[in-house]
């Protein structure tokens, strides 16, 4: 498998290994950070599961979903995860999502984790158009894909089913420069 590290100033962004289900779990696992998510809050066998999926996906030929740990440099910890699926059917069309550890929230570790793998993947499959989804009421979220530079197109009705429950979702998207 390729090594892939892409690093900020901050922050080492890497494919998971199975050692990393403690780290992983601690924030896979808390309420509060899968409150607006459709998964978790997971089992310890849902975040093995999780990992045991990232790290086949990352073997994957065409490589079509990325899932990456957020490695914080300073204490070496798994604070979050940041990932993109490669749309299939649009060249160029990719989707991109996040958590992370709620130690860590407020800091800006986010919209550098997912700047940088944004970057990273726009020259790597000359990515056209980014898209995210997120609940509505997901201030957090939403603010961190505008810091990305993405604008809100609109909101989807009943398209996600959380917890037995069709919600809504607001779509935000950006048009990449290449
Ligand atoms: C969304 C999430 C990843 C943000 O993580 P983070 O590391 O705190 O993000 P950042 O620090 O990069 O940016 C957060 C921004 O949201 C803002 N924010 C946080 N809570 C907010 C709220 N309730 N209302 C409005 N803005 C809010 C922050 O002030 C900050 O914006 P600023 O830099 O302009 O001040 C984190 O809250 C999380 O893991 N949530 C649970 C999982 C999740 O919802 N994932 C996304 C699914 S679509």
Redesign the pocket.
């Known amino acids: 498998m390729k090594p892939l590290r892409i690093r900020t100033k901050r922050l080492q962004l890497r494919r998971f290994r199975p050692e990393d289900i403690e780290d992983a779990h601690a924030y896979a696992s808390d309420p509060v950070?899968t409150r607006?998510?459709d998964w978790g809050p997971n089992t310890i066998d849902d975040t093995r599961a999780f990992i045991q999926e990232a790290i086949a996906d990352a073997q994957a030929i065409p490589l079509q979903t990325i899932s990456l740990a957020i490695e914080h440099r300073d204490s070496q910890r798994v604070i979050g995860t940041v990932g993109m699926e490669l749309g299939k059917s649009t060249l160029g069309d990719a989707s991109i999502?996040?958590?992370?550890n709620r130690e860590?929230?407020?800091?800006?570790?986010?919209?550098e984790a997912a700047q940088a793998l944004l970057d990273w993947a726009s020259d790597a499959f000359q990515l056209r158009r980014v898209y995210?989804t997120?609940r509505p009421d997901?201030?957090?979220?939403a603010?961190?894909l505008e810091?990305l530079g993405m604008k809100c197109e609109g909101r989807l009705l009943r398209n996600v089913q959380v917890d037995g429950e069709w919600c809504d979702s607001l779509l935000y998207a950006a048009v990449l420069s290449n």
Request: charge should be positive; proline fraction near 0%.
């Open positions: 950070v607006f998510t999502g996040f958590c992370m860590f929230w407020g800091r800006g570790l986010t919209t995210a997120c997901n201030q957090a979220s603010r961190v810091k």
